[in-house]
């Protein structure tokens, strides 16, 4: 019987169906993969630099307008760029630039607008104030207080320094005149009023100082003739205490007797009856006399010379008789007249607290000039007491009348002062 024969081993040998075809396609999916990956970031670079392009023009186009003052093209550009392109590195400075645009350019052109607005209302009033020469006063109209206004938010303000220089020139010739005419108190209240709108101005202190020198001087000069004896009588109004007509010997005349003396006394007395009815009388010589004749003849040229000698001495009297002092109320009309007064002007560079009352009483003399001013209410601040004296003693007022007869009256007047 035979035996069955056993199948020799084989070799190990690879198997085609699981060594051959799975490295193929490995290869095939890596290469695949890259392609895929090399075109997808292809796409994405290409992409982000697109973005990055057109973020940076918004941005460059939003900053031009942002310096050009349009700051709603600003905010519109600002805007569109956060929402286009919200991940964009750019977004971040344009948010930044939104909330400066509304914390702080936007408020700061509303002030910019404001104060172009005040700035052209305030040179309005200064003109206006300068045209009617409101220089300093009044307190609540002048155009030195709208320039200050104006120079304080502008100070190189062209037309109110401008508007400045003119006002200090004309202080400074109104000044100088007064000078000249010796008037030193108004040309010193002149200068220091051009003092006070340009301070720094050496030749106003110059001619300030030359004015005090002249007051100076001008008061040394009058101490001087007070002092000195005057060697001219001052020539009386009163009438002789004898008459040269009434006390002179008549040439060709005989020496008066007492009788004759006395009748000539008597007669002096008539204008009082009960001395006259006194007096003796003189006796009589017969009619036709010599001693009748010459008695009669001295006596009437002695009566003579009395009555012409006695007409100067009355209207002596007369012309020298007092004008009479009434109180304003009692004048005809009841209210005084001012004809010419000067303005007072008080300069800037005086600092007397803000407000000041001076009460000035005076005598206006029958021919509308002023005398004799008092202070009744003087200020605490010496330099308005002067200036008060000053101007109000060159006031002029119409003359007044009492009855229609040329009068003096007393008045007072009240100024008031405001800084």
Known sequence: MAKSREPEPQPNLPNPEKSVFPIPRAILLVAFLAVAGSILAFALLGSSTGGQTEAGKLYAQAEQLLNSRDYDGAKKLFNKLIGDFPQHPLTISARERLKAIENEYLPREFDALREEFTLKSLLSKAEAAYQKEHFLTPEEDNALGYIGQILAIDPSHQ??????????????????????????????????????????NPEVREKIVAVERAMAQEQQSTRSSKGRPSGIASRSTSPPANPPAVSQTIAGDPAPSSQAQLSTDQQGDKGNPALAESAPKPVEAPPGSPAQTGSLNAANQRKNATSISRKPAEQAAEAASPILLMEESQIDGGVKTLVQGPALEVPRSWNFGGFSKVKAEYIVEANGSVSQVKLVVPSKYPRLNDLVIEKVSQFKYRPATFRGKPTRFKTSEEFIFKQ
């Open 159 to 200: 037309r109110a320094l401008e508007l400045t220089t003119l006002m200090s020139a004309y202080y400074q010739n109104q000044g100088q005149a007064s000078f000249d005419q010796r008037r030193y108190q108004t040309a010193r209240d002149y200068f220091e009023n051009a003092l006070s709108l340009i301070p720094e």
